[in-house]
């Protein structure tokens, strides 16, 4: 006697008068799903994926999806091909290390804005930051905003916990004359000209992941099309600008170029070696690899301790950079935005509000009044 198959085996058959191969599921919940191929090997490996699904508890009633079966179908359904590699990646470590350890056995229909509050102050006395405790929050509402969407449940409880209030930190910066002796102090190192480039207001994975074919020396320009970033799990990645905006043209000062003349040379002698593996990158390693950014910044660290300049992060080149342009040079907030590659110059006014408010000068100007005669105690 033929043992008939239990819900989740699936089968496959040939379909005669089609031509066709037939592959066919039956869910927990009864109904049926079917895939038809020429190709009897993709229907096979269809019903492998989708028999893999049940085990794994995708396939299941609206009643009784967990919210831990939920944000895997989230990540897995709409997050691979919704968000950039990095965004994922930090949303599936968050998912995985903070929110399905204490919310992920709750059916996703029973999860209640206290749970959720209860998560956040669970969270803080752990010793989080609020900066992180919020990105937790974020995350957990914006992956209920796709469930409801999907109608997986009528209303967003995320919606009505507040986050931790995220204070703004005004970034560390050096000055101009702190820049001006970080920059002399680089004559003749061999990552000379990544810190040049950091003084275009250039990010770090843009310095690192600039192609050859993107630079051209002797018209003393450059073009942003790409960053190289450290992903966990999948190692160095050329990724695409975060924004168009990003993409961009940055002209180059001459002492610039001149330094990027010397390291291509330097880089050209280099690639001349057997072991030399072509990256198609600007600035590489001694072997033509891309240089991981981790690298860089303990690089740069060990620079400024050596001179005794402030410690501050790679980033704050950026910034000291910026302050530099607004501040000394009182450059156009539009033209800082394009240089930078922000999304807009609303995002350049909100980031540096406490640099270029022009308010700080107007009531400057009015305490003047204020000051007391020559010649008065």
Same mark, same amino acid.
């Given at each position: 006697?033929?043992?008939?198959?239990?819900?989740?085996?699936?089968?496959?058959?040939?379909?005669?008068? !089609?031509?066709?191969?037939?592959?066919?599921?039956?869910?927990?919940?009864?109904?049926?799903?079917?895939?038809?191929?020429?190709?009897?090997?993709?229907?096979?490996?269809?019903?492998?994926?989708?028999?893999?699904?049940?085990?794994?508890?995708?396939?299941?009633?609206?009643?009784?999806?967990?919210?831990?079966?939920?944000?895997?179908?989230?990540?897995?359904?709409?997050?691979?091909?919704?968000?950039?590699?990095?965004?994922?990646?930090?949303?599936?470590?968050?998912?995985?290390?903070? &929110?399905?350890? %204490?919310?992920?056995?709750?059916?996703?229909? @029973?999860?209640?804005? %206290?749970?959720?509050?209860?998560?956040?102050?669970?969270?803080?006395?752990?010793?989080?930051?609020?900066?992180?405790?919020?990105?937790?929050?974020?995350?957990?509402?914006?992956? =209920?905003?796709?469930?409801?969407?999907?109608? =997986?449940?009528?209303?967003?409880?995320?919606?009505?916990?507040?986050?931790?209030?995220?204070?703004?930190?005004?970034?560390?910066?050096?000055?101009?004359?702190?820049?001006?002796?970080?920059?002399?102090?680089?004559?003749? %190192?061999?990552?000379?000209?990544?810190?040049?480039?950091?003084?275009?207001?250039?990010?770090?994975?843009?310095?690192?992941?600039?192609?050859?074919?993107?630079?051209?020396?002797?018209?003393?320009?450059?073009?942003?099309?790409?960053?190289?970033?450290?992903?966990?799990?999948?190692?160095?990645? =050329?990724?695409?600008?975060?924004?168009?905006?990003?993409?961009?043209?940055?002209?180059?000062? @001459?002492?610039?170029?001149?330094?990027?003349? !010397?390291?291509?040379?330097?880089?050209?002698?280099?690639?001349?070696?057997?072991?030399?593996?072509?990256?198609?990158?600007?600035?590489?390693? %001694?072997?033509?690899?891309?240089?991981?950014?981790?690298?860089?910044?303990?690089?740069?660290?060990? !620079? &400024?301790?050596?001179?005794?300049?402030?410690? &501050?992060?790679?980033? @704050?080149?950026?910034?000291? &950079?910026?302050?530099?342009?607004?501040?000394?040079?009182?450059?156009?907030?539009?033209?800082?935005?394009?240089?930078?590659?922000?999304?807009?110059?609303?995002?350049?006014?909100?980031?540096?509000?406490? =640099?270029?408010?022009?308010?700080?000068?107007?009531?400057?100007?009015?305490?003047?009044?204020?000051?007391?005669?020559?010649?008065?105690?």
């Amino acid at each position: 006697m033929t043992r008939r198959r239990s819900a989740g085996e699936g089968t496959v058959f040939f379909w005669q008068q !089609k031509g066709l191969w037939v592959g066919r599921i039956t869910l927990p919940d009864g109904k049926k799903r079917v895939k038809t191929s020429k190709t009897q090997k993709i229907v096979k490996d269809w019903v492998l994926v989708e028999r893999n699904k049940i085990k794994q508890g995708i396939f299941t009633t609206g009643e009784n999806i967990t919210l831990e079966t939920f944000l895997i179908r989230y990540l897995e359904d709409y997050g691979k091909r919704s968000l950039r590699i990095t965004t994922y990646e930090g949303y599936k470590q968050v998912i995985e290390r903070h &929110i399905i350890p %204490d919310l992920g056995k709750v059916k996703l229909k @029973d999860l209640r804005a %206290d749970q959720i509050n209860y998560l956040i102050t669970k969270k803080l006395n752990a010793g989080l930051s609020n900066r992180s405790v919020e990105y937790i929050h974020g995350i957990l509402k914006r992956s =209920l905003n796709v469930a409801k969407t999907w109608e =997986l449940i009528s209303k967003n409880p995320a919606t009505l916990v507040s986050p931790p209030k995220v204070t703004f930190k005004i970034p560390d910066i050096w000055s101009s004359e702190q820049v001006r002796l970080f920059l002399d102090s680089l004559k003749d %190192d061999r990552w000379e000209a990544i810190y040049y480039l950091a003084c275009t207001a250039m990010r770090k994975g843009e310095v690192l992941g600039l192609p050859l074919k993107a630079l051209d020396v002797d018209k003393g320009y450059l073009m942003v099309i790409q960053n190289l970033q450290y992903v966990p799990g999948r190692g160095l990645l =050329l990724l695409e600008p975060k924004t168009e905006k990003s993409k961009r043209l940055i002209k180059l000062p @001459d002492f610039i170029v001149e330094a990027l003349k !010397k390291h291509l040379a330097r880089r050209a002698m280099l690639a001349q070696s057997s072991n030399w593996k072509e990256s198609g990158l600007v600035f590489t390693t %001694d072997i033509g690899t891309p240089i991981s950014p981790r690298n860089m910044v303990r690089h740069f660290k060990n !620079k &400024i301790e050596a001179i005794g300049l402030p410690d &501050i992060r790679f980033h @704050d080149i950026r910034h000291s &950079i910026v302050s530099y342009l607004l501040i000394e040079k009182n450059l156009n907030v539009k033209f800082v935005s394009e240089l930078v590659g922000h999304s807009s110059s609303k995002v350049t006014m909100d980031r540096y509000a406490h =640099l270029i408010n022009p308010m700080n000068s107007l009531v400057a100007d009015s305490l003047e009044g204020l000051s007391i005669p020559s010649g008065l105690p």
